[in-house]
């Protein structure tokens, strides 16, 4: 998930063509020019999440963009081409940065509950990030332009956690009976739900029992001993 950086948020003038030191650096040494695309990149599609979860998605422009996160408008044109690349790219670092490190785990039950626990601790460890994700998609639903995108992502989603359930039904530790698709499809309506409600009713709330509740729920409806006991 994206990270507000610190001090990204006021706006500084840009330098073209000025290294910039790198945060520890040793006096003397200058970052990269990949070092500094990527710093660059990171900071604008931070900016980005902000104006959407703040104002929605007609707030994003390439100056307001980059006025925030401290670039002129050229650079946002360079990295992302137009504002349609920029929501892209937004949606794509979003997913791809959510718990990595599961991503890479072999599909079963425990990968599952995991990846659910995560995507809903994601909600209070970046909440710009996720709250523009949601407006996004939202508006995706809407009919707006990223409708394609968001059903391609979706349906990514979905059968990641659809190969779960089965692989899980291999081992043992699923249920049987239970249809993997429409596991998929249910468990992506709750966590859009859950995610929308929290933008809808801003008051706080904790999410780690939350997440904890919902895990709790999907092992207790998909583990094999379930069944036994209806």
């Known amino acids: 998930m994206l990270t507000v950086m610190s001090g990204a948020a006021t706006p500084r003038a840009a330098t073209p063509g000025t290294a910039v030191p790198a945060a520890g650096a040793r006096p003397g040494e200058r970052r990269t020019q990949e070092q500094r695309r990527t710093r660059a990149r990171t900071a604008l599609l931070a900016a980005a999440a902000e104006l959407v979860a703040e104002s929605g998605i007609r707030a994003v422009t390439f100056a307001r963009v980059g006025e925030r996160a401290g670039y002129s408008r050229g650079m946002v044109t360079h990295h992302f081409g137009s504002k349609q690349g920029l929501l892209e790219a937004l949606v794509q670092e979003a997913q791809a940065g959510l718990a990595p490190g599961i991503q890479q785990e072999p599909p079963g039950l ?121």
């Open 110 to 230: 425990d990968r599952l509950l995991r990846f659910v626990e995560a995507y809903l601790l994601g909600f209070g460890a970046d909440p710009p990030t996720w709250q523009a994700f949601l407006v996004l998609w939202a508006d995706a639903v809407g009919g707006g332009d990223l409708a394609p995108m968001m059903r391609e992502r979706d349906a990514w989603f979905r059968d990641r956690l659809r190969a779960d359930v089965l692989a899980g039904q291999a081992a043992g530790t699923v249920r049987s009976d239970v249809d993997a698709g429409t596991v998929a499809l249910r468990v992506v309506a709750e966590l859009r739900g859950i995610g929308m409600q929290r933008i809808l009713d801003p008051e706080p709330r904790a999410v780690g029992p939350l997440a904890a509740a919902v895990v709790r729920g999907w092992a207790q409806q998909l583990g094999r001993d379930a069944g036994a006991a209806e």
